[in-house]
């Protein structure tokens, strides 16, 4: 199972302050399992939402948000909210973020930090394309993630070593910046490539107490079969 | 030994002056020697205003930046200490800036860095803990008096901050990117900046004329590599990122036995082409240090 945890409160806040009609999206997956999800939790976020001023334009939870088909077809019927909706905010793992900005054209907030992969995944049998940083901010990058995008894990643009398009690292490989800025353009956001991101705060990737309490990661210890 | 040539004034007072600056490049040797970086800044000696050191160049093993630069100070000369965020992580870009203020180093190039893959240690853990922006940021933050973890600093550095922006970026992205980035660059501190190297003036033009348009006036220094020989020019066409030469000189090399006074011709000619564009040049001479003041000559600058 994939762990999240819930983003402070005042920085969900911070995230959509310009924003005022905003969807809810919720993976019906592992932040379930995690307490970060579900119906309960979809539906508290929209009542303190609404006490902020904000119009919620639609709460759903689909399945597993890992899964770009499954996101099309069940998002199909919410089109028109969406569309009506200034951005979204999605509670799911990073991947599940990425997922929902490659087939929806609204910014995607992150509201949960992942983690750990914990052992299990979702539905998505990779975990390449999600740092488990535990400091989300694709909603800053166009639902593209520069720790797993850009070999050097650089926050704050491009360097200069691309080359037609492709990274300096291997010419096979897309420059993750280029994609980020291709995915802010489709969707008019090109000015969020000028906040300036701080270091990452590595403090977070550590696995967290409650993970190495549990089974998923005492690989070490005999289990009675 | 220290040799101290007062009448000079340094790399910040001749930028800040508005003469037209050249600044040239020493890359350490893979070895624990200094006499080759001796010969090499006697070269520069009357024609740099200021000498930028390499920091593992292409991610190559080799001398250390700070050091260089410490003894480049002591023979009188104004080292530009570059920075990548390749091998070092927080903690350590710190107190190497901390040092480097101490040792009298006075300017600073932030850069990102090859990746570890390009160089002769592929199999080293690429740090990146830093980017060319954040690094430039910390800057700032050591001179206000506090380092990262917001401690409060017993005495304050104070530098002349550089970075490196591409003018010749070859998709509109990476373009947009370069822009971009330069600007956050400036809003963390960036005061002048050095281009990869340029072959093409026109390109170059094009840059400066964007610059214009976006109203940024911040110093720039054109990036001029002395080209050796068409084989060089094929070599950085095919693997040196964001490094481009055009046919016509690739064949303009071709065509001359002497390759040396072809490279003063090419590196001379391209300097007169920007100069009314910028605040001075970068010359990367990659060992051939003893014919920039031929080059300096032939281009009428100084």
């Known amino acids: ?225 | 030994m220290s040799i101290n040539d007062n009448n000079k004034i340094s790399f910040k007072d001749a930028i800040e002056s508005g003469k037209f600056a050249v600044t040239c490049e020493i890359g350490p040797p893979k070895g624990a020697e200094e006499e080759e970086i001796k010969q090499a800044a006697e070269y520069l000696r009357d024609v740099a205003d200021g000498i930028n050191v390499t920091d593992l160049q292409s991610s190559v093993m080799r001398l250390g930046s700070l050091t260089t630069c410490h003894l480049l100070k002591d023979w009188g000369l104004d080292p530009i200490f570059q920075m990548t965020c390749r091998d070092r992580n927080r903690l350590a870009l710190q107190s190497d800036l901390l040092s480097a203020y101490v040792m009298g180093i006075k300017n600073v190039l932030a850069l990102t860095g090859d990746y570890t893959t390009t160089g002769d240690h592929p199999n080293a853990e690429p740090v990146f803990d830093l980017d060319s922006v954040q690094l430039l940021w910390t800057i700032k933050r050591l001179e206000e008096g506090f380092d990262l973890a917001d401690k409060e600093l017993t005495a304050r550095p104070s530098f002349f901050k550089g970075a490196v922006v591409n003018p010749g970026a070859d998709t509109e992205e990476a373009y947009e990117l370069q822009i971009i980035k330069m600007k956050k660059k400036i809003a963390n501190g960036a005061q002048f900046f050095q281009t990869q190297a340029i072959f093409d003036a026109e390109v170059f033009k094009r840059f400066m004329d964007r610059l214009s348009a976006e109203k940024i006036k911040v110093p720039v220094l054109a990036g001029i590599i002395l080209l050796k020989s068409e084989k060089m020019a094929n070599y950085m066409n095919k693997f040196v990122p964001g490094v481009f030469v055009p046919e016509t000189i690739v064949s303009r090399m071709q065509a001359v036995t002497d390759k040396v006074q072809m490279c003063i011709e090419i590196a001379s000619e391209l300097i007169n082409e920007v100069k009314p564009y910028c605040a001075g040049v970068h010359i990367q001479a990659l060992g051939w240090e003893k014919h920039i003041a031929a080059v300096i000559k032939n281009s009428g600058v100084k």
């Not at chain 1, 800025?181 to 489709?186: F, G, I, N």
Request: glycine share 10%; charged share 30%; hydrophobic share 35%.
């Open chain 1, 1 to 225: 199972m994939i762990l999240t945890e819930f983003k402070p409160a005042e920085e969900i806040i911070e995230k959509i302050k310009d924003d005022r009609k905003i969807f809810i999206l919720g993976c019906g997956g592992c932040p379930e399992g995690a307490n970060t999800g579900g119906k309960k939790v979809l539906n508290e976020m929209k009542e303190k939402l609404e006490a902020e001023g904000k119009n919620i334009t639609g709460v759903t939870e689909i399945d597993f948000l890992c899964q770009k088909s499954l996101i099309r077809a069940r998002l199909r019927r919410k089109l028109v909210e969406i569309e009506n909706s200034d951005s979204l905010l999605i509670f799911s793992c990073g991947l599940g973020v990425q997922a929902t900005s490659a087939v929806i054209s609204k910014v995607c907030h992150p509201a949960l930090n992942t983690k750990t992969f914990g052992g299990i995944t979702g539905m998505w049998q990779g975990t390449e394309r999600c740092d488990t940083c535990g400091d989300c901010i694709l909603d800053l990058t166009g639902g593209i993630c520069p720790y797993t995008a850009c070999p050097k894990k650089l926050l704050n643009g491009a360097c200069a070593g691309q080359s037609n398009g492709k990274c300096e690292t291997d010419p096979q490989r897309d420059c993750g910046w280029e994609l980020i800025y291709k995915s802010l353009k489709r969707i008019g956001q090109i000015d969020r490539l000028y906040t300036f991101i701080v270091p990452r705060d590595y403090k977070k990737i550590l696995p967290p107490a409650e993970l190495r309490r549990s089974s998923l990661w005492a690989l070490d210890e005999k289990e009675v079969v």
